[in-house]
């Protein structure tokens, strides 16, 4: 195989479907993925694959270079080697409960990977970042990539940190690095902590589902599948160095959210509970994804109307995956298939 990828964060929510795409859109590539397994990493999403040629995990924590070279060992002897840096602490409330977690896997862990990745002469090198780096917008305006740096959360403020560390990298060593900022995902694999499973999963239940503040937050959705596409099209086409905001042009306030999932479920609105808000909230956010359109030519293909119904069919379908998650049992799965490494 003549080229191979080192995925970290490769068993979360946005990994595990970038890992799936790539068996299917590049089946001739060798996958390395590389994961802590914490609460949000869960090997069953990647069940198809287990044992497949091409596919390897590796167990390990990007924070611990020991870890990062087991996975470059893994990983060696292909012509071109890429990387895509999906691992990260991710979830915002978890941030404000306690900012440490994020400021060492998101900035000591982006640092240890890029040093290896410079060592071990990796082609091309794309970090995956988020469009809360920009702070958040007004009731009008949307985020471009020129936008200046305002995070507001400690999640939002590690991935910054992360981002100006892969610019340095780039600025300073002249490695070949490229950042993509997205909007918020949904789709398969997601981990029920995040609003839209959360959602989803408390419905189908008949329980409360906490909207924060008011619910007039709005959120640019986007796709997973959509920005799986949109990494690999940077990743192949992207000119090193840059930046590439990717949206879903689908701004939607979160109390609409929650009405049209109701909806979709045929459960009443008087499941929908105002709860205390989040501290710091940030209002709205929005993409301008002009420059990845006009660049590399990517856009998203995918509509609310086709994948939202697509997603809540997904987690219905799925109720033992769902189960195993919130009773933490899919834990067990690392140890059986793969012994206490
Ligand atoms: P996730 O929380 O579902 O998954 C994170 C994965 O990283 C897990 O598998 C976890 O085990 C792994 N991980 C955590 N710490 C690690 C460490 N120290 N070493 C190795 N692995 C570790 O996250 P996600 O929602 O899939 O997000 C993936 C990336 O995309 C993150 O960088 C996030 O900031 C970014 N992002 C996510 C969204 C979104 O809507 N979910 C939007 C924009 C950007
Ligand atoms: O914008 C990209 C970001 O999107 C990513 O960088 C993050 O990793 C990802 O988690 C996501 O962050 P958000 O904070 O926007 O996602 P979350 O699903 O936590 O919340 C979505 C919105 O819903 C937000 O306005 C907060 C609100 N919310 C969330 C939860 C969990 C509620 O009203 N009630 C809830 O219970």
């Not at 007004?138 to 020129?146: H, N, P, S, V």
């Not at 905001?245 to 939607?252: A, K, L, P, Q, W």
């Not at 997904?314 to 933490?328: F, H, I, T």
Request: aromatic share 10%; charged share 20%.
């Amino acid at each position: 195989m003549t080229t191979t990828v080192l995925v970290t964060g490769g068993a979360g929510f946005i990994g595990s479907n970038f890992v799936h795409m790539l068996a299917e859109l590049r089946p001739d590539w060798r996958v390395v993925n590389l994961d802590a397994l914490t609460y949000a990493g869960n090997l069953e999403n990647l069940k198809g694959l287990d044992g497949r040629k091409g596919y390897a995990f590796v167990h390990g924590d990007i924070t611990k270079p020991e870890d990062v070279e087991r996975a470059f060992t893994s990983a060696s002897g292909a012509k071109n080697l890429f990387v895509v840096h999906f691992a990260a602490e991710s979830h915002v409330d978890r941030s404000i409960l306690g900012g440490l977690p994020f400021v060492n896997t998101n900035v000591v862990g982006t640092q240890v990977l890029l040093d290896a990745s410079r060592r071990h002469g990796v082609a091309r090198f794309v970090h995956v970042s988020t469009d809360e780096v920009y702070g958040s917008l007004g009731a009008t305006g949307l985020f471009r990539e020129d936008t200046p740096l305002a995070p507001n959360s400690p999640y939002s403020a590690s991935k910054a940190g992360s981002d100006l560390l892969v610019r340095a990298a780039h600025h300073t060593h002249g490695f070949a690095t490229l950042i993509t900022r997205c909007s918020n995902n949904y789709g398969p694999y997601q981990f029920p902590e995040k609003f839209l499973p959360l959602m989803i999963a408390n419905a189908s239940e008949d329980k409360p589902i906490p909207v924060y503040g008011d619910g007039l937050y709005v959120r640019d959705w986007l796709y997973v599948r959509d920005h799986c596409e949109a990494i690999l099209a940077v990743l192949e086409k992207g000119k090193l160095g840059e930046v590439y905001n990717i949206g879903g042009n689908n701004e939607v306030a979160n109390i609409d959210l929650v009405k049209a999932v109701l909806k979709a479920l045929g459960k009443p609105e008087s499941l929908i509970t105002y709860v205390k808000d989040r501290p710091g909230h940030d209002r709205r956010y929005a993409i301008d994804a002009s420059k990845i359109k006009a660049e590399i030519g990517w856009a998203p293909r995918f509509t609310f109307r086709d994948a939202l119904p697509l997603t809540i069919r997904w987690y219905q379908e799925q109720k033992d995956w769902l189960a195993r998650v919130r009773s933490g049992a899919y834990r067990e799965y690392y140890a059986t298939q793969y012994g206490a490494r």
